[in-house]
């Protein structure tokens, strides 16, 4: 099937003190991914990733520890014939996550554990999960 289009959000790994990192699955899909989702206008990637958490998750995340990891471009795991191109930051994964808005389901993920669960979403398991494998000590502030 040929790309048709591309979808751009933002998501953000947030991250357990064991390592483990938070996984999202959306009422109505069989994926799981990152938190995250679409901006609004005039929204910046930091905004959307700051917003789409407490929508989702109810948390507040610190605007000065959300770091960006890097932009990705894979498939997107629930709009056929659409690539999505997502600004990833990552922070702690702060206290008191509960499924909110359209999150049917919560998962953390071990990511060094393999073989990997089949239901992840293609960004995270083809784009995102190598690049924090990678990214020790090169995470760089948001803007």
């Known amino acids: 099937m040929s790309v048709t289009g591309v979808v751009t959000v933002s998501a953000v790994v947030l991250r357990d003190g064991s390592g483990a990192l938070l996984t999202v699955r959306k009422a109505g899909t069989d994926r799981f991914m990152l938190p995250g989702g679409k901006p609004e206008p005039g929204e910046s990637p930091r905004e959307t990733a ?7 998750l109810g948390v507040d995340l610190a605007p000065a520890t959300l770091l960006h990891l890097g932009a990705f471009r894979a498939a997107a795991a629930n709009e ?11 922070h702690p994964a702060p206290p008191g996550v ?3 808005a359209e999150i049917a389901e919560l998962r953390w993920l071990d990511p060094d554990a393999r073989p990997l669960p089949a239901d992840l979403a293609p960004l995270l398991a083809e784009q995102v999960l190598p690049a924090i494998a990678t990214s020790a000590g090169r995470v760089q502030p948001s803007r």
Do not use: K
Not at 50 to 56: D, G, K, L, P, V
Not at 80 to 90: K, Y
């Open 50 to 56: 700051i917003r789409e958490c407490r929508e989702e």
């Open 80 to 90: 056929p014939g659409l690539d999505v191109e997502a600004h990833i930051f990552t």
């Open 98 to 100: 509960a499924p909110s």
